[in-house]
């Protein structure tokens, strides 16, 4: 099973930027897919980014233009760039991954994002933006 460690959480002021980065271990399936989900105690996990094994894409129109998600392929590692952070992205930031699927479509993706939650998860990186 693949195995998912989050870094780079933190506390900053509005306006700022964070990276977080999620290192997998493990066996990666040759079709699988990465990405970024957050929650508040108030709230249901919710979908931030994705990115499968071919490099596609999907960003929550929430964040669109200001958080932007790569892969390290070689280092299994997925990187989240948040930039010009706000209050409401307080949360905490889980990374979750999914074996033996990917991006099909953009349907697909957006499905994959927003209501089909991956299988395997990190324990999560808190992130506090303070106005």
């Known amino acids: 099973a693949v195995q998912l460690a989050e870094f780079g959480g933190g506390s900053v002021q509005a306006g700022s930027s964070l990276t977080l980065s999620c290192v997998a271990s493990g066996y990666i399936f040759p079709n699988h897919y990465f990405g970024w989900w957050r929650q508040t105690p108030d709230k249901e996990r919710e979908g931030v980014a994705a990115?499968?094994?071919?490099?596609?894409?999907i960003v929550a129109d929430s964040v669109k233009g200001r958080f932007t998600i790569s892969q390290d392929s070689a280092k299994n590692t997925v990187i989240l760039r948040m930039t010009n952070l706000q209050p409401e992205d307080t949360a905490m930031y889980y990374c979750g991954a999914e074996m033996g699927s990917r991006f099909y479509s953009d349907a697909d993706a957006r499905r994959k994002l927003h209501r089909d939650l991956p299988a395997a998860w990190g324990q999560g990186t808190q992130v506090i933006v303070s106005s």
């Open positions: 990115i499968d094994k071919d490099d596609k894409i």
